[in-house]
């Protein structure tokens, strides 16, 4: 029965060595995401509105020779122009803010910090709520895959916790 079971687990594509793949892969993820966030942070600090606007145009300028009426660069061009110092500033914080909170989850998960696995929920689930809050205002598609992937990895801590704990519990019940 038990050789059974261990063939099951190999084979099916939700068993514990899968999902704890796929949950350090998802933490890769974020941890790059978090460290990019940090780095934009930091940047966004010394960046003018007239600076982002300047890059902008040159950015675009290949994009309206071949088509005047594109709409990302548009929408790029139209949301640089109405931009100020001040919503740079906050972009700037929210950025380092939340890179560096998200990344200190991180390292907490990577080395398996029971405390932290509560945490990453709760915190991973505020940021979602902030993200679908924004959503309403932005619509911005990257607002949706940011909180696709921060929805996959709190299911997927949810079940790395209870693994954790589990083999905690084994290892206690274990007599010396």
């Known amino acids: 029965m038990l050789n059974m079971r261990n063939r099951f ?3 099916n594509l939700f068993g514990e060595k899968n999902i704890h793949a796929v949950f350090e892969v998802s933490l890769l993820l974020k941890a790059i995401l978090a460290i990019m966030e940090i780095v934009a942070g930091i940047l966004t600090f010394f960046v ?3 600076l982002l606007l300047n890059i902008l145009h040159r950015i675009t300028q290949v994009e309206f020779i ?5 709409v990302i660069a548009n929408y790029l061009l139209h949301a640089a122009q109405s931009l100020s110092i001040s919503s ?3 972009a700037a914080f ?3 803010i ?3 909170v998200k990344l200190w989850v991180i390292i907490g998960l990577w080395r ?3 405390g932290y696995y509560p945490a990453a929920i709760v915190i991973f689930s505020l940021f979602i709520i902030y993200q679908l809050y924004r959503y309403t205002f932005t619509h911005s598609i990257m607002l949706i895959l940011i909180t696709i992937l921060d929805l996959v990895v709190i299911v ?3 079940l790395e916790y209870r693994q954790l704990r589990q083999e905690q519990k084994r290892l206690q019940a274990k007599p010396m």
């Open 9 to 11: 687990e190999r084979n």
């Open 48 to 50: 003018t509105p007239q």
């Open 66 to 70: 071949e088509d005047r009426g594109d």
């Open 88 to 90: 740079l500033h906050f």
């Open 94 to 96: 929210y950025l380092l």
């Open 98 to 100: 939340h890179g560096i």
């Open 112 to 114: 398996k910090k029971l």
């Open 156 to 158: 997927l801590t949810v």
